[in-house]
């Protein structure tokens, strides 16, 4: 049996359970560089076991709807935020834990300007652009050890709007 899912915006309140979602939104904390820089301060959780944070580029294939989730992974040992090198959307899948197994997995689809951040040990989606080029900046922990868990679906999903 194929379960559908729905993509719905992405919203701060909606994520705050699956990690944090980094926008420039609200009154910044501070202004910066006489007055011409709006700082919104610290907005995401890096969390490592050990090793320490990385900046990587990722180039991802863009993706089509609707769209078959057959995995999610994530990571143990570390957070993981995904900045965006374009103002396109890119959808963003999440599922809860329970007791080791993802399941109810969620779809989002961000606006112009968010990035998101998962916590460690969230069940996500893998990158998934939605236009090209598919260019992101992606912190998270560089270190030995692994820190990748992948869980393959039984059941069928579908993702569309």
Same mark, same amino acid.
């Given at each position: #049996?194929? =379960?559908?899912?729905?993509? %719905?915006?992405?919203t701060?309140d909606?994520? /705050?359970p699956?990690? @944090?979602v #980094?926008?420039a939104?609200?009154?910044p904390?501070k #202004?910066?560089n %006489?007055?011409k ?5 610290d907005r /995401?959780?890096? @969390?490592?076991?050990?090793g %320490?944070a +990385?900046?990587?580029?990722?180039k +991802? %294939?863009?993706?089509?709807l609707p ?8 990571h143990?040992?570390g957070? =993981?935020?995904? *900045?965006?090198?374009?103002f396109?959307?890119?959808?963003? *899948? *999440?599922?809860?834990?329970a007791?080791?197994?993802p399941v ?9 300007g968010q990035a998101?951040?998962f916590?460690?040990g969230t069940?996500?989606?893998v990158?998934t652009p939605?236009c090209?080029? +598919?260019?992101?900046a992606?912190?998270?922990r560089?270190?030995?050890g /692994?820190n990748l =868990?992948e869980?393959?679906f @039984?059941?069928s999903?579908i993702?569309d709007?």
């Open positions: #049996m194929t =379960q559908r899912i729905k993509i %719905q915006p992405l701060a909606a994520f /705050a699956f990690g @944090d #980094m926008e939104a609200g009154t904390d #202004m910066i %006489q007055g820089c709006a700082r919104f301060h /995401a959780f890096l @969390d490592f076991t050990d %320490q +990385g900046i990587s580029i990722f +991802g %294939q863009k993706e089509t769209l078959a989730l057959e995995m999610v992974e994530r143990p040992e957070s =993981q935020a995904f *900045v965006p090198m374009s396109d959307p890119f959808l963003v *899948v *999440v599922a809860s834990d007791d080791g197994t109810d997995p969620i779809a989002f689809i961000t606006a112009p998101i951040n916590h460690k069940w996500h989606g990158l939605l090209e080029p +598919g260019l992101f992606v912190v998270d560089i270190g030995d /692994a =868990q869980h393959w @039984d059941e999903y993702i709007r």
